[in-house]
């Protein structure tokens, strides 16, 4: 099977479930409307749980379906990237985590989906922030040499297990719990769809997520 086969099917079966999906979503709301004792079973809260996790993993599989269709637009990298850092400090700051960006103050415009891109970077950050649950720092530093711009996102957390590293990017394999395995695939998929590439190194005390923007 090619990989627009699997795509294809991907595709269909993940529409194909998500009706199915809704309805019972709205059957269980309609229930504890005429039943409110419902939601005090002990039971009932691991049925809302599975339920937010399959809609969660539909919604990945949209995503991933979706992530190489761009809409790319010129864009102040310099400033977008300080944007996201600020978001990131403001919302992981109750956390313990800092976020910072070290880039220059203004690197040529760049030609990038900048919905997709904020997906990439977000799942980035909310990775980073999940490997420090004591608190730490992420830094968002981007350069640029002749023929390619440089974008990383590093924090100061625990090593990923060597063993984890080979499939990190591959889809549906995740060493989290609860998680998709989808989160890294859609960030590698959106960078390939700009013609670029990423790829992660990590030591104890410095994970570092690189991406490679070749010039067009």
């Known amino acids: 099977m090619t990989e627009d086969e699997c795509r294809q099917m991907l595709s269909r079966f993940s529409h194909e479930v998500r009706n199915p999906v809704t309805l019972i979503n709205s059957f269980l709301q309609l229930l504890v409307r005429e039943h409110p004792e419902i939601a005090t079973y002990s039971f009932y809260e691991k049925i809302i749980e599975n339920m937010n996790l399959l809609t969660g993993l539909l919604d990945e599989m949209s995503r991933f379906n979706n ?26 700051a109750s956390y313990g985590i800092s976020v ?24 980035l950050i909310r990775n980073a922030a999940e490997a420090m649950p004591d608190g730490g720092h992420i830094l968002i ?76």
Do not use: W
């Open 67 to 92: 992530a190489a269709r761009l809409q790319k637009e010129p864009t102040d990298l310099s400033a977008f990237l300080r944007d996201i850092a600020d978001s990131g400090a403001v919302m992981l």
């Open 100 to 123: 910072s960006c070290r880039c220059p103050e203004k690197l040529p415009e760049i030609s990038l989906d900048q919905s997709k891109f904020l997906q990439v970077l977000y799942n």
């Open 141 to 216: 530093r981007a350069s640029r040499s002749s023929a390619e711009t440089r974008i990383e996102v590093e924090n100061d957390g625990p090593a990923i297990p060597k063993e984890y590293l080979p499939d990190l990017f591959q889809p549906f394999i995740t060493h989290k719990k609860n998680g998709t395995g989808l989160g890294l695939a859609i960030c590698q998929e959106i960078i390939a769809a700009h013609g670029g590439t990423i790829t992660v190194s990590s030591s104890e005390g410095s994970t570092i997520f690189t991406i490679i923007l070749p010039d067009a």
